[in-house]
T-cell receptor, first 114, second 114 residues
Framework: KNQVEQSPQSLIILEGKNCTLQCNYTVSPFSNLRWYKQDTGRGPVSLTIMTFSENTKSNGRYTATLDADTKQSSLHITASQLSDSASYICVVSDRGSTLGRLYFGRGTQLTVWP | EADIYQTPRYLVIGTGKKITLECSQTMGHDKMYWYQQDPGMELHLIHYSYGVNSTEKGDLSSESTVSRIRTEHFPLTLESARPSHTSQYLC?????????????FGSGTRLTVV
């Protein structure tokens, strides 16, 4: 069964600190892995997207890594800000269907305190 | 700036009422999707469309229906709302490939059925 598991479920950090969120997946075949940021009551917004051949990608203070061999990804947030408080969702796409099926994790709820 | 729009943002409605959630995109995307998301849970695909006059049911069984008469418009209808329909509904669209490019979400509609 294709699955995407994220950890931790929730995380609280102080403003200015760094943090790393984890994503493990069993989706096969693999097309790409995306990280989304979802503010409360809003739709997800794309942060990064990585294909099989990419093992790191940055978007400002967000850096995602991908190990396609172990089927693991991480999202590292540097110098956190209050506005980083949100749910971070890992999404994996397979290559096996014309729909471009997306498999969603449940997200890590990040809270940044002042 | 999002190019996919959902209305209303919030809706509280009584049991048995008929409702339509609106979704429009200005990107000319062929593929459009409806997802349902409960708090702290992953997104579940309930409907999708490859193009005009094409609609399919997603992975999660839903009593809602959709239509795609125009490329830019993908409304979702509940003929008789029930408390079990209370959830967040997210609309998304993507280009032809769907897997790698331009997968964009709307801001969502928070539906409460009382």
């Amino acid at each position: 069964k294709n699955q995407v598991e994220q950890s931790p479920q929730s995380l609280i950090i102080l403003e200015g600190k760094n943090c790393t969120l984890q994503c493990n997946y069993t989706v096969s075949p693999f097309s790409n892995l995306r990280w989304y940021k979802q503010d409360t009551g809003r739709g997800p917004v794309s942060l990064t997207i990585m294909t099989f051949s990419e093992n790191t990608k940055s978007n400002g203070r967000y850096t995602a890594t991908l190990d396609a061999d172990t089927k693991q990804s991480s999202l590292h947030i540097t110098a956190s800000q209050l506005s980083d408080s949100a749910s971070y969702i890992c999404v994996v796409s397979d290559r096996g269907s014309t729909l471009g099926r997306l498999y969603f994790g449940r997200g890590t709820q990040l809270t940044v305190w002042p | 700036e999002a190019d996919i729009y959902q209305t209303p943002r919030y809706l509280v409605i009584g049991t048995g009422k008929k409702i339509t959630l609106e979704c429009s995109q200005t990107m000319g995307h062929d593929k459009m999707y409806w997802y349902q998301q409960d708090p702290g849970m992953e997104l579940h695909l309930i409907h999708y469309s490859y193009g005009v006059n094409s609609t399919e049911k997603g992975d999660l069984s839903s009593e809602s229906t959709v239509s795609r008469i125009r490329t830019e418009h993908f409304p979702l209808t509940l003929e008789s709302a029930r408390p079990s329909h209370t959830s967040q509904y997210l609309c998304a669209s993507s280009d032809v490939t769907g897997t790698d490019y331009g997968y964009t979400f709307g801001s969502g509609t928070r539906l409460t059925v009382v």
